[in-house]
């Protein structure tokens, strides 16, 4: 990750792994995730991003350009077995949108 | 959920214009103490909306920041030392979060807002 990144989000971010990472190189982080139960590890974990409990399939809710980058590990997969969406329909997904829309532009 | 996470946030709801900034019911807030970065806080003071953040700081109880802003006064330590603790040391455990259109409530949890929506939402 590039040094001068420094706010990113991390959608799908479980107990909160890969958010450890991020913040042991100095960068702050969003994590979202559908599942209360990996968001309350991170919890206990004393994790130091800030959580969200969301469905990715819902749209993120963060206002355009803000971000500075974006992790999203295992979520096109976990959007299929795992979220709520109803009637999910591939075609109509525009998750790779919105997360161009939250993150700014170079 | 601290107020920088607060400041990004908006409402998800079919058919809300302006879902910013999310009103903040505060049952229960945290203090915590996190290392400053001058850096981080001269990049995120570009991005915040400050009038959004002074009122969502006094709903968390913290009523030391200015009404209003300008870059020059990153020069200052009492001022950065603020921001700072406004920003990413207040956190909010209990409470909700409000739409401002729609009046529908995002309650917050052990610090963590749930955003789902009802199906009639999406």
Redesign the interface.
Same mark, same amino acid.
């Given at each position: 990750m590039p040094q001068n990144f #420094?706010?990113c989000s991390n959608s799908g971010c479980g107990s909160g792994l890969s958010g450890e990472t991020i913040s042991e190189n %100095?960068h702050?982080w969003?994590g979202l995730d559908?599942l209360?139960s990996m #968001?309350?590890v991170a919890?206990e974990r004393e994790i130091?991003g800030?959580?969200?409990?969301?469905?990715m399939g819902? %749209?993120?809710?963060?206002?355009p350009e803000?971000?500075d980058g974006a992790i999203n590990i295992s979520v096109v997969q976990a959007l299929q077995t795992v979220g709520?969406?109803?009637n999910f329909n591939p075609s109509k997904l525009t998750l790779s949108n919105r997360l161009k829309i939250s993150i700014r532009s170079p | 959920m601290r107020l920088i996470t607060h400041n990004m946030l908006s409402s998800n709801i079919k058919g809300v214009v302006n879902g910013f900034p999310l009103r903040i019911e505060a049952e229960k807030v945290m203090e915590k103490t996190m290392e400053m970065n001058s850096e981080f806080l001269e990049k995120m003071f570009e991005k915040v909306d400050w009038k959004a953040f002074v009122d969502a700081s006094r709903a968390m109880g913290y009523t030391e920041l200015p009404e209003e802003a300008n870059s020059s006064m990153l020069d200052s330590d009492e001022f950065l030392n603020r921001f700072h603790h406004a920003l990413l040391e207040l956190d909010l455990e209990e409470g909700a979060l409000v739409c401002p259109e729609t009046g529908r409530r995002f309650p917050v949890s052990k610090g963590i807002p749930n955003m789902l929506l009802h199906e009639d939402e999406v």
């Open positions: #420094l706010y %100095g702050h969003i559908i209360a #968001l309350n919890v130091e800030d959580l969200l409990l969301g469905d819902q %749209g993120l809710g963060i206002c803000v971000m709520n969406s109803l | -």
